[in-house]
């Protein structure tokens, strides 16, 4: 069996953006909603503001010791004689971004992350776009929001306005393996896939074609309207095999909104854990009394929004707000459009007995590194009295600890 490994999907360390190919096709033929599409995405590249790194290899290695002694590798490295510099040039990136309305690009965050510069090339304006600023981003979301500071000939996408079904048609555009303006075709095959790093986060799943470069680009619904946010595939391979994923536009469009806002997303909290009810008994007793509500509160996060409250392990969650709650994308897509301070009314079954109240959410902590927390400590906060301290490594030198 594979091994299921995930790939973000941005192309990086790139050379040239091959933009002869921009606009050949047919443009006048399309259908005006993906003329619109077309005109609305955009690529994007990001460059890091370092200097190249100089290498040299060198040209006498110490090999593994034989067992008569002799270094197995020392006529392989002698002959290599004097080596040349490698030149590691500074890192760059290249996604695809699409416009939400006159000046905001919409892409993913791993796209952008680590540059310090950026370059858009649009659909209709020939020439290189530098005059791009990254305002705020969401990096478990995968969302980030880079505005342009000039003007630049161009066309914006909607929002949905209603969820995708499984099995809707469904189009991909973007800039896969750095062939711009690729357009796929495929189906929703699933709509709720857990992210295993934030309960917060699911994507929808969708067979369209979607490789290295095709991150931030937009998955569109049958109306030409943004329904996703193509973020990641995972593959046994680095390329496409048929599972790619998307960011809701729910989610995504409530992160944008606040990041334009505020300049960052704020996300609620609530305590629980759920998961569907494992106990047939009760299940059974549900169905005869035609109650269709099968999400169960496992657990309450202490001192947590819902602790306080009331809510309880065991409950059976019927509505929030008075919308009616089966699943957990259920509840996440409300508090998905909730901000901490707002509340949310529940409606739960308890012992077979209905109980209404309220919650006001609370606010996600920041979680600091523990490096972070270090180095605000003494040495005597660190260690325990009764502890002799064990001298410190040597400090690593900066030129050697750069990871590329």
Request: hydrophobic share 40%; no cysteine; proline share 5%.
């Amino acid at each position: 069996m594979f091994a299921r490994i995930i790939f973000i999907v941005s192309l990086i360390l790139v050379t040239t953006v091959d933009l002869s190919t921009a606009g050949t096709f047919d443009y006048e033929k399309q259908d005006w909603k993906w003329k619109r599409a077309f005109d609305s995405i955009v690529v994007v590249t990001g460059h890091s503001a370092g200097e190249s790194k100089k290498f040299i290899m060198p040209n006498n290695k110490k090999g593994v010791p034989s067992p008569n002694g002799e270094d197995p590798y020392k006529d392989f490295f002698e002959e290599r004689g004097e080596q040349p510099e490698v030149i590691v040039p500074p890192k760059s990136s290249l996604g695809t971004g699409f416009f939400i309305n006159d000046i905001h690009i919409v892409t993913n965050y791993h796209v952008v992350k680590g540059m310090d510069t950026f370059t858009i090339y649009t659909w209709s304006f020939p020439f290189a776009v530098k005059e791009v600023v990254l305002i705020g981003y969401d990096e478990t979301v995968d969302i980030a929001v880079l505005e342009v500071k000039e003007h630049v000939q161009h066309s914006q996408l909607d929002w949905a306005t209603e969820n995708p079904l499984m099995g809707d048609d469904v189009y991909a555009l973007g800039h896969g393996l750095n062939l711009i303006w690729s357009f796929t075709h495929g189906i929703l095959s699933y709509d709720y896939r857990p992210n295993p790093l934030d309960s917060f986060v699911h994507y929808y799943q969708t067979d369209a074609v979607i490789n290295p470069g095709n991150s931030g680009g937009v998955l569109l619904n049958e109306e030409g309207e943004i329904i996703g946010v193509n973020t990641l595939l995972i593959s046994p391979t680095e390329f496409y095999v048929g599972y790619g994923y998307s960011i809701p536009w729910k989610l995504a469009k409530r992160v944008v909104e606040q990041i334009i806002q505020v300049g960052h997303h704020t996300k609620p909290s609530i305590g629980i854990q759920m998961g569907i009810i494992d106990d047939r008994e009760l299940y059974e007793k549900l169905n005869l009394r035609g109650i269709e509500s099968y999400l169960e509160i496992k657990e309450v996060v202490h001192e947590s929004a819902a602790f306080h409250f009331g809510l309880q392990a065991g409950d059976i969650i019927v509505s929030m707000d008075n919308t009616p709650i089966r699943v957990v994308p259920d509840v996440i897509e409300i508090l998905w459009l909730k901000m901490p301070g707002d509340s949310v009314d529940f409606l739960v079954l308890r012992d077979m007995e209905y109980v209404s109240l309220s919650v006001i959410l609370g606010r996600v902590e920041v979680v600091v590194e523990e490096e972070i927390i270090l180095e605000e400590l003494t040495e005597e906060e660190i260690y325990d009295e009764e502890e002799e301290p064990e001298p410190l490594l040597e400090p690593i030198e900066e030129e050697t600890s750069k990871k590329w």
